[in-house]
């Protein structure tokens, strides 16, 4: 049976000033995705072919190989976080476009993000050619939305993910989230595969971080653990960082 994420579900979120507002919905059956995904494939190559930033190809290509990867795992060609029946998938819609997707999934602790992937013309730069479809904040109103959820069904409003990259890490980190460790119990904070964790997560249980774990963290958004006014907790209305009357 699907677990459901939405109890209660969140329509509008609201980002800070300079953002856009986005709705955020669910997506039925993962194939309902695969052409979305192949659309924004085929937009993120026609990007790179552009006189666009060195920067910015970087992140096309980055968007590119994180949708291949997504594909792969909703038709089952690559082992996901967990089992799939416990994946849900939500988008974030803004100027009549799905501008980014998240596949997310429910575990003891948190809420645990497995991909979360922007529309490619949401990567372009300031020194880029604009696009008339770009709307910024998308990825940040899923995470908002992953937050709320994890609060309206008692996780604490911890959300839980692993970076893909550098530039990922410092993107989290900016909006909060921390380095987790040993302590975290890290079993109650990401999925498992019919009862049992895939060697990173054993890994990082054991306090073992190999290569991939230093260049790929695991990472946390916990309110208790780190109560201060961020971007991402505000927005979610994180009740512990809400600033003081």
Not at 44 to 59: F, I, W, Y
Not at 122 to 144: C, F, K, M, Q, W
Not at 157 to 178: K, M, T
């Amino acid at each position: 049976m699907h677990t459901s994420l939405d109890d209660p579900e969140e329509r509008c979120a609201r980002l800070p000033r300079g953002r856009a507002s986005f709705t955020i919905h669910r997506l039925p059956p993962d194939a309902a995705l695969l052409g979305l995904i192949h659309e924004w494939e085929a937009k993120a190559r026609e990007l790179r072919r552009r006189d666009v930033a060195a920067e910015t190809r970087r992140r096309l290509s980055d968007d590119e190989r994180l949708l291949f990867d997504l594909e792969e795992t909703l038709t089952g060609e690559k082992p996901g976080e967990a089992d799939a029946p416990g994946r849900v998938l939500r988008v974030a819609r803004s100027g009549g476009r799905v501008q980014a997707v998240a596949a997310l999934f429910r575990c003891r602790r948190a809420i645990f993000v497995e991909y979360l992937v922007a529309a490619p013309w949401n990567l372009l730069g300031p020194d880029d050619p604009p696009a008339i479809e770009s709307r910024r904040g998308a990825g940040t109103a899923l995470l908002v939305q992953a937050v709320r959820t994890s609060l309206a069904v008692g996780r604490g409003g911890r959300v839980a993910l692993q970076a893909e990259n550098p530039r990922c890490l410092a993107v989290y980190e900016h909006l909060g989230f921390q380095r987790m460790r040993p302590a975290d119990l890290p079993r109650t904070l990401v999925p498992s595969r019919e009862g049992w964790w895939t060697e990173p997560a054993a890994r990082l249980a054991a306090g073992v971080e190999s290569l991939a774990e230093r260049e790929s963290p695991w990472l946390l958004f916990d309110p208790a653990r780190a109560p201060r006014q961020g971007a991402l907790a505000l927005a979610a209305d994180v009740p512990a960082l809400r600033p003081a009357a």
